[in-house]
């Protein structure tokens, strides 16, 4: 039996300017972090040594701001609009960090599209959209544009 994905995703045609998503949410643990200190190699104290981290004016250890943004990039593909139709991730254009992301933090991704551009050649389209990441507060951790190129519905 063939294991073939399927399309449950929107095609590139179906996102509308003003679309808005909410992904699910998903809790920051200490493996999160050790983890990809160990894959990156980015073993800064302020990650890794909850003495240090407790000198510091978070008062405790910060999830690395890019293991966040990987999170998030994984939130966004579980929340299947771009399942089976995304073509490529093509750009951060724009990115802030705003506020830390501590151990035991729960956050989501709130998706709005601002731009749709159709890419014949590439039987698709680009797609910019604007993300915004909050915890568990409704505070907002971080935020900025991606853009993605989504494919078309087929004929």
């Not at 159709?118 to 505070?139: A, D, F, M, T, Y």
């Amino acid at each position: 039996m063939d294991n073939i994905a399927t399309q449950r995703g929107l095609w590139f045609e179906e996102f509308q300017i003003g679309q808005h998503f909410i992904t699910a949410a998903r809790t920051i643990t200490e493996t999160d972090i050790v983890s990809f200190a160990g894959l990156s190699g980015d073993y800064n104290q302020i990650h890794t040594d909850s003495e240090f981290a407790r000198s510091t004016p978070f008062g405790q250890r910060v999830a690395h701001g890019l293991l966040v943004l990987s999170i998030v990039s994984g939130l966004a593909m579980r929340s299947g609009v771009l399942e089976g139709t995304v073509l490529a991730f093509r750009e951060i254009n724009t990115w802030k960090f705003t506020g830390a992301v501590f151990i035991g933090d729960t956050i989501h991704a709130e998706l709005n599209v601002v731009e749709t551009k159709p890419i014949p050649r590439i039987h698709g389209g680009s797609l910019v959209i604007e993300i915004v990441v909050k915890n568990q507060r409704g505070e907002v951790t971080m935020k900025g544009t991606w853009t993605a190129l989504v494919a078309s519905k087929p004929q």
